[in-house]
C-alpha cells in the first residue's frame, strides 16, 4: 500500500453557470467556480498557493484565445494575484486527472498548502468538430480524407467493434442514458437538471455517427468546475468534511496517432491505470459503493468497468442493466449525471461527485454508507487516470 | 438504400511529410505500400518512426496486395463537415490487411450502400486521384465474393 494513502483530501468544490454556448468569456465561468470553491471550502482567497489545470479545448479547428476558449494558469494567476502563490502547473497529458495528481504530489512535497485546480470548457460557436481545412497533416492525412472528423468518429468504430466482437445490441446502452439522466435531474448544476430522458427518447433519437446516437454523446456546454486540496491535516480543519485520497493511477494508452478502432488499447491503458490505484489504496473492485466512469461518449464507460475490473471483459452492456447503477444499486455509477447530462465538462466533475460521496455530501444523490469511492476520470481508450476516496482514514 | 455521392464531397488534402511520403509516391502509381520491419516482419499503418512490435528503425515501405477484411467502421449521419454533406450516410470503414495484420487502414466503403458494411465483409483496395499528387487508396466489397 501507498505510505501517502489519506494524506491529502479533497475540500470544496465550485460550479460556475452551466450554459449551452458562450454568454460570458469562459474566464469568468472558472472564476465563479473557483471563488465557489474557495468558499466552499470556509478560506479566504488569500489562502490558496497552488494551482493547476488542464486548459486543452478539445474542439478542433477553432481558435485559441486564453481566457474566451481555454483558462491557463497564466488567466487564472492574472484574475486572482494571489499574494501567497507558491506552485502552479498546467499538464497536457492524461487530462485534468494529471492536474489532479500533481496537485496531490505537491501537496506531499509541502510545496503549497491550499491548491485549486479547475477544469473550463468552451463551446465554441459552429460545429464543434471541424476537419482541418483544405490540407490534412500529421496522423489526419490517413483518417481527415476518409471524413474521419474529431473523437466521435474515432470512438464509433471502436464501438462496433466491441459491439461485433461482444455480440452485443447498442439498444442496452439505453440504461446508461437514461439512469444518469435520473441522476442529473437531481443535480441543480447539471446542464440537463430539468429534463427527463426516456429509454424511447434514446431509442428513437437520431443517429450521430453509427453506433453512436445522439444521447451517446455528451452535450457540449460552456462551463467551469473546481475543487480545493489540501494535506488531511489541514483539511480537517475546514468546514466540510474532508473527502481523503487513498490512491491514484495514471496511464496513456498506447496507440500510434491516426490508428484508430483498434480494441487493444482499452484494457492496457484502463487496468494499468486501475491497478496502481488498487495497489496503492489496498482496495479492490467489490471494496467500492459507488464509482463515476468517464463519458464523454457511452462506450467510454463499459470500457471503464472492465479495464477497471467491475466486470470481465465484453459484459459491461449487461452489467449496467437490472438496477445495478441505480442509486440503490450494486454499484451505483456517475451519481451526478455523467458528462451525457451535466454537460461537456470533461472529469473534473466526476472527480468532485466521487469526492462527494465520500464525504457524504451528494444530497439527494447520496448512497448510503460510502466508504470506498471509485473514479476513472478519463476515457480509457485515450489515457486513464483513477482515483479512490474514502470517508475514513485507515 | 442508395449508395453515397461521393462527386460532390472535396476531401481534405493528404499532405505527405518524411514518414508517409514513400505511402503516397507508391499510391500514385497504384499500389498499397506500408511499413515493413527488416528486422521482425512486422507491417505497420500508419507509419511510424520505430516498428511498434520490436523498436527496430530498419522500416522499409513494400507493396501488399490490399485485399483484406472490414476490422469496424461508423456510418456518419452528421454533416459536421459540409464538405461531406453531399454522401451523408456515408461509411467510414478500417480495413486489416491479410498481408498485414494489426495495420489497420481507414477508407471510405466505395460502390456499395452504406449499410453493406458489416465488420468481416471482405473488401479490395482501388485507387482515387484527388489531383495530380495525391491519389488515395479506397475500399470496395472485394470482387470475388460480389
Redesign the interface.
Same mark, same amino acid.
Request: charged share 5%.
Given at each position: 500500500m501507498w505510505e501517502n494513502r489519506c494524506q491529502v483530501a479533497v475540500s470544496g468544490v465550485g460550479f460556475s453557470t452551466i450554459t449551452r454556448s458562450a454568454e460570458v468569456p469562459l474566464a469568468a465561468h472558472a472564476l465563479q467556480a473557483v471563488k465557489a470553491a474557495v468558499d466552499d471550502s470556509g478560506l479566504d482567497m488569500a489562502d490558496i498557493d497552488g494551482l493547476a489545470t488542464y486548459a486543452e479545448l478539445p474542439a478542433s479547428g477553432h481558435a485559441i484565445v486564453d481566457g474566451i476558449s481555454i483558462v491557463s494558469v497564466n488567466c487564472m494567476m492574472a484574475m486572482l494575484k494571489l499574494p501567497n502563490l507558491s506552485w502552479h502547473v498546467q499538464v497536457e497529458t492524461v487530462n485534468i486527472g494529471g492536474a489532479v495528481q500533481q496537485a496531490v504530489n505537491a501537496l506531499l512535497a509541502g510545496v503549497c498548502t491550499y491548491a485549486v485546480v479547475w477544469r473550463g470548457m468552451h463551446n465554441p460557436r459552429g460545429t464543434y468538430q471541424n476537419l482541418p481545412g483544405t490540407y490534412a497533416q500529421g496522423a489526419a492525412q490517413f483518417t481527415a480524407p476518409y471524413g474521419f472528423g474529431g473523437p466521435g468518429q474515432g470512438m464509433a468504430v471502436a464501438y462496433t467493434r466491441y459491439l461485433e466482437r461482444h455480440h452485443q445490441p447498442r439498444e442496452k446502452m439505453a440504461t446508461l442514458a437514461v439512469t444518469q439522466r435520473q441522476y442529473a435531474n437531481k443535480n441543480s448544476h447539471a446542464y440537463f437538471y430539468k429534463t427527463p430522458l426516456t429509454r424511447e427518447d434514446y431509442l428513437n433519437s437520431r443517429m450521430v455517427a453509427y453506433p453512436f446516437c445522439l444521447y451517446d454523446c455528451d452535450i457540449p456546454v460552456q462551463g467551469a468546475v473546481a475543487i480545493v486540496l489540501t494535506t488531511a491535516e489541514r483539511a480537517r480543519h475546514l468546514k466540510p468534511r474532508p473527502a481523503y485520497i487513498a490512491g491514484y493511477g495514471q496511464r496513456l494508452a498506447f496507440e500510434v496517432a491516426g490508428r484508430i478502432g483498434s480494441l487493444s488499447n482499452y484494457m492496457e491503458g484502463g487496468s494499468s491505470s486501475s491497478r496502481l490505484t488498487w495497489e496503492r489504496s489496498g482496495f479492490t473492485p467489490k471494496d467500492v459503493d459507488v464509482a463515476q466512469i468517464y463519458d464523454g461518449f457511452s462506450a467510454s464507460v463499459l470500457y471503464g468497468l472492465e479495464s477497471y475490473g467491475f466486470c470481465q471483459e465484453g459484459e459491461a452492456l449487461d452489467f449496467i442493466q437490472d438496477g445495478r447503477i441505480e442509486l440503490e444499486g450494486e454499484l451505483p455509477l456517475n451519481t451526478f449525471g455523467g458528462s451525457l447530462s451535466t454537460g461537456r465538462i470533461h472529469g473534473l466533475w466526476h472527480i468532485i461527485e466521487g469526492a462527494l460521496q465520500a464525504s457524504g455530501r451528494a444530497g439527494e444523490r447520496q448512497v448510503k454508507d460510502v466508504q470506498v469511492s471509485f473514479v476513472g476520470a478519463s476515457a480509457p481508450i485515450v489515457q486513464g487516470t483513477t482515483f479512490i476516496f474514502v470517508k475514513e482514514p485507515y | 438504400m442508395t449508395m453515397s455521392d461521393w462527386s460532390k464531397?472535396t476531401?481534405?488534402? &493528404?499532405? &505527405?511529410?518524411e514518414w508517409?511520403k514513400p505511402f503516397w509516391e507508391a499510391a500514385k502509381q497504384g499500389v498499397l505500400a506500408l511499413q515493413h520491419c527488416q528486422s521482425c516482419g512486422h507491417f505497420?499503418? &500508419?507509419p511510424?518512426a520505430t516498428c511498434?512490435n520490436c523498436m527496430s528503425i530498419d522500416l522499409t515501405f513494400e507493396p501488399v496486395q490490399g485485399k483484406g477484411t472490414i476490422? @469496424?467502421? @461508423? %456510418?456518419?449521419?452528421?454533416a459536421?463537415?459540409q464538405?461531406?454533406a453531399a454522401?451523408i450516410?456515408?461509411a @467510414? %470503414? %478500417?480495413v486489416e490487411l491479410d498481408e498485414a495484420k494489426g495495420a489497420?487502414?481507414?477508407?471510405?466503403l466505395l460502390d456499395a450502400p452504406s449499410t453493406e458494411a458489416k465488420?468481416?465483409r471482405r473488401v479490395e483496395v482501388v485507387f482515387q486521384k484527388?489531383n495530380d499528387d495525391i491519389t488515395?487508396p479506397?475500399f470496395r466489397l472485394a470482387q470475388e465474393e460480389a
Open positions: - | 464531397v476531401r481534405p488534402i &493528404p499532405v &505527405p511529410n508517409t505497420q499503418h &500508419p511510424y511498434v476490422y @469496424s467502421y @461508423s %456510418i456518419m449521419y452528421h459536421g463537415d464538405r461531406f454522401a450516410p456515408y @467510414s %470503414i %478500417i489497420l487502414l481507414a477508407g471510405n465488420v468481416g484527388l488515395l479506397q
